[in-house]
Nanobody, 122 residues
Framework: VRLVESGGASVPAGGSLRLSCTAS????????MAWFRQAPGKDREAVAT???????TYADSVKGRFIIFRDNAKNRLVLQMNSLKPEDTAMYYC?????????????????WGQGTQVTVSS
């Protein structure tokens, strides 16, 4: 499975961005997929995940602002980010796993993209 992210950009605080992750070698809608992010000097952290039946989980820091959804027909995962804050600045990574019910556990994800940079200015 290969994952390629796109959509990262520099935006002012309060703005919106939509990140996309396109999967190839995809085995279907049974994979659990997620977005993680990593700011300079910090550990990679979970942002949001969506399982094979569309159930979603969000980190507390993004609840009410970010929305994760998937388009299985297009093998695409999307993260809609609204009301962006400077603390959202990070490299954002798409991840996937065949393991069910892993939620926001970073080490449970097998496949990773190269990342797309999001910078939010104050």
């Amino acid at each position: 499975v290969r994952l390629v992210e796109s959509g990262g950009a520099s935006v002012p605080a309060g703005g919106s961005l939509r990140l996309s992750c396109t999967a190839s070698g995809y085995t279907g809608s049974t994979m659990c997929m997620a977005w993680f992010r990593q700011a300079p000097g910090k550990d990679r952290e979970a942002v949001a995940t969506i399982d094979s039946v569309g159930s979603t989980t969000y980190a507390d820091s993004v609840k009410g602002r970010f929305i994760i959804f998937r388009d299985n027909a297009k093998n695409r995962l999307v993260l809609q980010m609204n009301s962006l804050k400077p603390e959202d600045t990070a490299m954002y990574y798409c991840a996937a796993t065949h393991r069910p019910g892993v939620g926001l556990v970073l080490n449970a994800y097998t496949y990773w993209g190269q990342g797309t940079q999001v910078t939010v200015s104050s």
